[in-house]
C-alpha cells in the first residue's frame, strides 16, 4: 500500500484502534533508555575526546598522527554498518546490540589503558567496531518498536540525544582532562553502557526462533515470512508472547531464519577493506600528502579495485551484506542519494562554522560552540513534529520542502555582512536545523515503513553508511575548497588551520594583515557554504528524479512491528 491509503497502517493516521494501551507504553521505556544509553555512547564518543587532545599528546606523544584517533574510528563505523545491518537482519536486533555495546566497551577500556599513541589508535579502531552497531541497530529497534505514526517520538528522542552531546561532550571531556586524567573520557562509558546492556538484556526479548524443514520460513506470508494482522489479533498474540518474557519486556516479532543460514563472509570483507581504503584516502588526501601524491592515487586505485572486486563477489553470493535491491528500489536509492548529500553539507557547519566564529568573528572557543549547537535546538524539534506534515502531504514533499528552505538558507550564508555579529549565523543555524529536521527524519521513517522487519536492518544501515561516507567526502572536498580559496586570497599553498592558529594570536599581527586574513577566512568559508547549498540541490534533484510521488508504505503487520 501506499503512503495515501486511508487504512491507519499505511497513513500513520491517528486512530483508537493503532493507539498503544498505558501497559504496552509502560514496557517500552526500559528498552528506549537503553537505545538513549548505547546511542549516547556513540554520540558522546567524538565530542568528549576532541576536548582532550592536547592533553592526551602531552602525556602519549605522537602529534603528527593524533588525527588517527578520529579518522581511525571514523573507519571502523562506517565500513561496518553494512555488516551490522544484515547481520541483525539475520540473528535478530539484540545479539547485534548487545555484541556491539561490549566490543564498545571492550575498546574503551583498552583505550584507558593505552601506553602510546599507537595503541590508543588501535583500541579507537576496536571501538568503532562497537560504534557500527551502536549507530545501525538501535535506529532499527526504533523502528521495530513503534508503529509509523509514533516512530517521530523516538528518533527526536534520539536525535535529542546527539544534541545534548554536541553541549555536553566538549564540557565534559576539558573537565576529566583538565581536573582528573584524559583516561577518565574512556573509563566514563563503562557504567553507562553497562546500565544500558543490563536494560537490553532484561527488557528487549525477541521471540525465539522455530526452524522448519526445507529452510522455509515458519508463521510467513509469501516470500516475506510475514504475519499480517488486526491491531486486537496481534494484542492477543502479544500477551501470549508476553507470558514467555521475563520483566514483561516488549516483544519484537521477527521474521523466521532459514533453517540454514549463509554469512557472506567474502562479501563483508570485501567492503571493510574498500571502505577502508576509500576512507583513508579521503580523510588523509591533502592533509597527510597531496591529493595528486603517489599514496593518494594508490588508496584511490585500490578502492576502486576492491569496489569492482565487491560487486562481483556480492552478485554471486547467496545472502549478500549489500544486496542488489538497495539499489534498484527507487525509494530506498532516492533516500540513499538524498542522505549522502546530506552528510556532504552538513561539513560545512560542522566544521568550518567554529572557524568562522573564532577567525571572523573573534569569538572564544565556547561562544562558538554556542553558536555552532543552535541548530541542535531546532532539529529534534522539527524532526518530532514531523509526521505532522508527513502525514497529510507524504514523505516525498515533506523531504522537498525540508532540503528546499535549507537550500535557501545555505545560499544566504553568504550574504551576512563581514564581520557581522554573532547572532546572525546563530539564527541561520537555528533555521537550517529546523530545516534539516524536516528532511531527514521523514526520509529514514519512510524508508524504514517500506520495507519487512527481515530487510529493516539493511536498509537502515545503507542510509546510515551513505550519510557516514557523505561526511568523509564532504571533509576532503570542502577542505579543497577552503584551501583552494585561501591560496588564491593570499597566495602560496593556502592552509586553513594555520591560518586560523595565526588569528588565535593576533598581536603578533598588524591590524591590517589581521583584517585581511579575517577577510580571506570569511572568503573561503563564503565559498564552502555554496558547496554545501550544492549538495542540498543534488539531495532535491534526488527526490525530485528518483523518489516516488507516494512512497510504498507496507501495512503494519507486514513491517512485523512491535506487539
Known amino acids: 500500500m501506499t503512503e495515501s491509503s486511508p487504512t491507519p497502517a499505511g497513513t500513520a493516521g491517528p486512530t483508537a484502534s ?21 546511542m549516547g555512547l556513540a554520540a558522546l564518543d567524538g565530542t568528549i575526546v576532541s576536548t582532550a587532545v592536547p592533553q592526551i599528546v602531552g602525556d602519549l606523544g605522537g602529534l603528527s598522527v593524533f588525527s ?16 551490522y545491518g544484515k547481520l541483525s537482519d539475520t540473528f535478530g536486533r539484540k545479539p547485534v546490540l548487545i555484541a556491539g555495546t561490549v566490543l564498545f566497551l571492550v575498546g574503551s577500556l583498552l583505550c584507558a589503558a593505552a601506553w602510546d599513541m599507537a595503541s590508543l589508535i588501535a583500541f579507537r579502531v576496536v571501538q568503532g567496531l562497537g560504534g557500527g552497531a551502536l549507530q545501525g541497530t538501535v535506529q532499527t529497534i526504533a523502528a521495530d518498536l513503534y508503529p509509523l505514526k509514533e516512530r517521530p517520538r523516538i528518533q527526536a528522542r534520539l536525535s535529542s540525544v546527539w544534541a545534548a552531546s554536541s553541549v555536553a561532550g566538549p564540557a565534559a571531556g576539558g573537565l576529566l582532562a583538565g581536573y582528573a586524567d584524559w583516561r577518565w573520557i574512556f ?42 494482522c488486526g491491531e486486537q489479533a496481534c494484542g492477543e498474540q502479544a500477551r501470549g508472547e508476553q507470558a514467555r518474557t521475563r520483566a514483561g519486556g516488549p516483544v519484537l516479532k521477527r521474521a523466521e531464519p532459514r533453517a540454514r543460514v549463509r554469512i557472506d563472509w567474502a562479501g563483508a570483507l570485501a567492503i571493510f577493506a574498500t571502505g577502508a581504503l576509500l576512507l583513508t584516502a579521503l580523510v588523509q588526501g591533502g592533509v597527510a600528502w597531496p ?27 547467496a545472502e ?51 553558536v555552532l549547537s543552535a541548530w541542535t535546538l531546532s532539529w529534534p524539534i522539527t524532526a518530532a513534529l514531523s509526521n505532522r506534515v508527513y502525514t497529510r502531504i507524504g514523505f516525498r514533499l515533506t523531504a522537498v520542502l525540508g532540503i528546499s528552505l535549507a537550500l535557501v538558507l545555505l545560499l544566504a550564508f553568504p550574504f551576512l555582512p ?116 550544492a549538495a542540498a540541490a543534488l539531495a532535491l534533484l534526488a527526490l525530485l528524479t528518483l523518489a516516488p510521488r507516494r512512497f510504498p508504505v507496507l501495512d503494519e503487520g507486514d513491517r512485523r512491528g512491535p506487539e
Not at 200 to 226: D, F, T, Y
Not at 292 to 315: F, Q, Y
Request: charged letters at 15%.
Open 18 to 38: 493503532t493507539a498503544p494501551d498505558a501497559g504496552q507504553a509502560s514496557r517500552r521505556r526500559p528498552v528506549v533508555l537503553a537505545l538513549m544509553l548505547a
Open 68 to 83: 588517527w584517533l578520529f579518522s581511525g574510528y571514523l573507519l571502523a563505523v562506517t565500513v561496518t554498518l553494512p555488516v
Open 187 to 228: 573509563l566514563i562509558n563503562l557504567p553507562v553502557g553497562l546500565l544500558a546492556l543490563w536494560l537490553i538484556h532484561r527488557h528487549l526479548v525477541e521471540p525465539a526462533r522455530r526452524e522448519q524443514a526445507g529452510g522455509e520460513q515458519a508463521g510467513g506470508e509469501g516470500a516475506r515470512g510475514e504475519q499480517a
Open 291 to 317: 591529493w595528486l601524491s603517489a599514496p593518494s592515487l594508490g588508496l584511490l586505485g585500490g578502492a576502486a579495485a576492491l569496489g569492482a572486486l565487491t560487486v562481483v563477489i556480492e552478485r554471486r553470493a
Open 320 to 370: 549478500p551484506i549489500i544486496p542488489g535491491w538497495v539499489w534498484r528500489r527507487r525509494t530506498i536509492a532516492a533516500v540513499n542519494l538524498s542522505l549522502g548529500a546530506l552528510g556532504l553539507l552538513m561539513v560545512a557547519p560542522t566544521v568550518f562554522l567554529p572557524t568562522y566564529a573564532q577567525s571572523v568573528l573573534g569569538l572564544g572557543p565556547i561562544a562558538a560552540g554556542f
Open 418 to 533: 563581514f564581520p557581522g555579529e554573532p547572532w546572525q549565523p546563530a539564527l541561520l543555524m537555528l533555521l537550517l536545523g529546523g530545516a534539516l529536521g524536516l528532511f531527514q527524519l521523514p526520509l529514514i521513517v519512510g524508508v524504514q515503513s517500506t520495507v519487512p522487519y527481515e530487510e529493516r536492518g539493511t536498509t537502515t544501515a545503507s542510509v546510515l553508511f551513505c550519510r557516514q561516507v557523505g561526511q568523509s567526502l564532504g571533509a576532503a572536498l570542502f577542505g579543497a575548497v577552503a584551501n583552494g580559496v585561501l591560496a588564491a586570497r593570499l597566495g602560496g599553498t593556502g592552509d586553513l588551520d594555520a591560518l586560523a592558529r595565526s588569528l588565535d594570536d593576533p598581536g603578533s599581527l598588524t591590524a591590517e594583515a589581521t583584517d585581511h586574513l579575517r577577510r580571506a577566512v570569511d572568503a573561503a568559508v563564503d565559498y564552502v557554504y555554496l558547496g554545501a547549498a
